[in-house]
T-cell receptor, first 113, second 113 residues
Framework: AQSVAQPEDQVNVAEGNPLTVKCTYS??????LFWYVQYPNRGLQFLLK??????LVKGSYGFEAEFNKSQTSFHLKKPSALVSDSALYFC???????????FGTGTSLTVIP | ETGVTQTPRHLVMGMTNKKSLKCEQH?????MYWYKQSAKKPLELMFV???????ENNSVPSRFSPECPNSSHLFLHLHTLQPEDSALYLC????????????FGPGTRLTVL
């Protein structure tokens, strides 16, 4: 069965510092992994995805994620956090069959000025 | 904007009312989804339509009734709801099903009194 886990409900980081939002996965078959961001009172917005190939995936707004097969992780990173990055972040994994995307419980990121 | 619009953005209704949520996608996608997002809970997939045919119904109560007249429009008809149905209802679309990236609308914030 496909699943993802986000071990941190809340992450705080100072503006200008690097940020990491963690995600681990459990999948059967080849892993396809996604990150979404949700700003207040908005829907989820696609950030990036890993399908195959380079383990470092670059996405929107300067975010990137590193696929690590040995640690079954897909952590989201950004070298220098902005206050406007404060939002709710979800990692997700699609199904082997059907349409049931499996979303993590979300991590609330707060960037402190 | 993601190319997926939802109306209304906010809705307050009594338990005996009948209302409908509307979703429209301008991306030429073939699959559309309804999700429920409640505080402190994972995103819940409710319904999936692929080429106008319902392909998934995740044990959703019959007081929620979806309708997909074509690949660009999706409705969620509501009647005799309960206060616990108060949540953010998100619509999404994707090119196909499975691993294709889902694009979300801004959501309808529903409050049931």
């Amino acid at each position: 069965a496909q699943s993802v886990a986000q071990p941190e409900d809340q992450v705080n980081v100072a503006e200008g510092n690097p940020l990491t939002v963690k995600c681990t996965y459990s999948v059967s078959g080849n892993p396809y992994l996604f990150w979404y961001v949700q700003y207040p009172n908005r829907g989820l917005q696609f950030l990036l995805k890993y399908i195959t190939g380079d383990n470092l995936v670059k996405g929107s707004y300067g975010f990137e994620a590193e696929f690590n097969k040995s640690q079954t992780s897909f952590h989201l990173k950004k070298p220098s956090a902005l206050v406007s990055d404060s939002a709710l972040y979800f990692c997700a994994v699609p199904p082997n069959t059907g349409n049931q995307f499996y979303f993590g419980t979300g991590t609330s990121l707060t960037v402190i000025p | 904007e993601t190319g997926v619009t939802q109306t209304p953005r906010h809705l307050v209704m009594g338990m005996t009312n009948k209302k409908s949520l509307k979703c429209e996608q301008h991306l030429g996608h073939n699959a559309m989804y309804w999700y429920k997002q409640s505080a402190k809970k994972p995103l819940e997939l409710m319904f999936v339509y692929n080429f106008k045919e319902q392909t998934e119904n995740n044990s959703v109560p019959s007081r929620f009734s979806p309708e997909c007249p074509n690949s660009s429009h999706l409705f969620l008809h509501l009647h005799t709801l309960q206060p616990e149905d108060s949540a953010l209802y998100l619509c999404a679309s994707s090119q196909g099903d499975g691993v294709d990236t889902q694009y979300f609308g801004p959501g309808t914030r529903l409050t049931v009194l």
